[in-house]
């Protein structure tokens, strides 16, 4: 089945930009969704199909995708940004077509 | 506004089963493809299984032949029977809505533990 690859973890200062990155092979040629999850809480939607934003999401949200690697940009990182955050496709060849990657720990120092 | 609330989680033991149920309020809940997605105490999320708006259904190899989603439109409301749970299967269960293969709004969860 299809893998995704994220970093386990990914440090940033207060007012700086994160980048989140998620590897899958030929990954540029699906559509990405990104999850934000604060512990205790559902996962909420900040991007999808690699670049949108739903509605509520800041614009300092950003997505990207291009050949094996996706990137989720967080610009002005705010402490209330500190989240587990997760990169998906769909997979329609798969069997298990819903694939996530295993989740990258953003800490704002 | 969206809403999808969970229940019918709790304890079972290994090889018993469990419902679970999902209210939908906010959306017009037959226009959309459905999901559960699990989570493991401190472990990544999990696809468990998908219905589409025709009632088809899918799921990934782990829980396939064990786990049954199902709808029902006129209460708004999706369904998950698990059976012959394992240790494995002890997690969060979200419910989900389906949007262009992504998930737009997810529920708060209800949680499964198997154990004796």
């Known amino acids: 089945s299809y893998v995704l690859t994220q970093p386990p973890s990914v440090s940033v200062a207060p007012g700086q930009t994160a980048r989140i990155t998620c590897g899958g092979n030929n990954i540029g040629s699906k559509s990405v969704h990104w999850y934000q999850q604060k512990p205790g809480q559902a996962p909420v939607l900040v991007v999808y199909?690699?670049?949108d934003r739903p509605s509520g999401i800041p614009e300092r949200f950003s997505g990207s995708n291009s050949g094996n690697t996706a990137t989720l940009t967080i610009s002005r990182v705010e402490a209330g940004d500190e989240a587990d955050y997760y990169c998906?496709?769909?997979?329609?060849?798969?069997?298990?077509?819903?694939?996530f990657g295993g989740g990258t720990k953003l800490t704002v120092l | 506004e969206v809403q999808l609330v969970e229940s019918g989680g709790g304890l079972v033991q290994p090889g018993g089963s469990l419902r679970l149920s999902c209210a939908a309020s906010g959306f017009t809940f037959s226009s959309y493809d459905m999901h559960w997605v699990r989570q493991a105490t401190g472990k990544g999320l999990e696809w468990v299984s998908a219905i589409g708006t025709a009632g088809d259904t899918y799921y990934p190899g782990s829980v396939k032949g064990r786990f049954t989603i199902s709808r029902e439109n006129a209460k708004n409301s999706l369904y998950l029977q698990m059976n012959s749970l394992r240790a494995g299967d002890t997690a969060v269960y979200y419910c989900a809505r389906g949007r262009t293969g992504g998930f737009d709004y997810w529920g708060q969860g209800t949680l499964v533990t198997v154990s004796s």
């Open positions: 998906q496709v769909w997979d329609s060849s798969s069997d298990h077509p819903r694939v």
């Open positions: 199909d690699d670049s």
